[in-house]
């Protein structure tokens, strides 16, 4: 069965504390991705990446970076938390390329800053 | 740029009774599209996906939809819901050799 691991459900963070949220995927996907969740506003990508180290910014990479060192792993980095990044973070893997492929997702990160 | 509208954001609906679920994108090229459902605290799956061919399509749960390229649809539908549809659906669309877009997402509301 396939599957993408968030190492944390739930995570509560005080302004200005650096955060790391962890994903690793069992399927040898190429690609990978860090979308974040807000009522209303649907999934918004944050960053993919298509290869170990490789790395392309989303719709809204503004306070976050990330790391890929290994084809499994992708983590999600916010440098100093604010508490607008309060939201559902779902990381998610999927083959290369884009064709119709299915992409699969991780339970989701509730991270809240306070 | 292709887009993609989901035109309820909440859908109550009986249990038992038929429900439709609309999606309407919008592309110059010809697309790929999806429609994924999300159960309360947990993360988006597959429901269903139309690459080419068949223009209806069948998923998971018996659920289905239909790609209508004159009206750039593409509803989903279930004949006969159950408490458990209780979720959130995203409809999205990727051309080739492009990222995938998500709609905003429709909570569908079962009642009893």
């Known amino acids: 069965d396939v599957k993408v691991t968030q190492s944390s459900r739930y995570l509560v963070k005080r302004t200005g504390e650096k955060v790391f949220l962890e994903c690793v995927q069992d399927?040898?996907?190429?690609?990978m991705f860090w979308y974040r969740q807000d009522p209303g506003l649907g999934l918004r990508l944050i960053y993919f990446?298509?290869?170990?180290?490789?790395?392309e910014k989303g719709d809204i990479p503004e306070g976050y970076s990330v790391s890929r060192e290994k084809k499994e792993r992708f983590s999600l980095i916010l440098e100093s938390a604010s508490t607008n990044q309060t939201s559902m973070y779902l990381c998610?893997?999927?083959?290369?390329?884009?064709?119709?492929?299915?992409?699969?997702f991780g339970e989701g990160s509730w991270l809240t800053v306070v | 740029a292709q887009s993609v509208t989901q035109l309820d954001s909440q859908v109550p609906v009986f249990e038992e009774a038929p429900v439709e679920l609309r999606c309407n994108y919008s592309?110059?090229?010809?697309?790929?599209l999806f429609w994924y459902v999300q159960y309360p605290n947990q993360g988006l799956q597959l429901l269903l996906k139309?690459?080419?061919?068949?223009?209806l399509v069948k998923g998971i749960n018996g659920f289905e939809a239909e790609f209508n390229k004159s009206q750039t649809s593409f509803h989903l539908r279930k004949p006969s819901v159950h408490i458990s549809d209780t979720a959130e659906y995203f409809c999205?669309?990727?051309?080739?050799?492009?990222?995938?877009?998500f709609g905003k997402g429709t909570r569908l509301h079962i009642l009893p």
């Open positions: 999205a669309v990727s051309k080739w050799d492009d990222k995938i877009i």
């Open positions: 399927m040898d996907h190429e690609n």
């Open positions: 998610a893997s999927s083959p290369p390329g884009y064709s119709g492929n299915t992409i699969y």
């Open positions: 139309y690459l080419s061919g068949s223009t």
């Open positions: 990446s298509y290869d170990v180290k490789m790395k």
């Open positions: 592309s110059s090229v010809s697309v790929y």
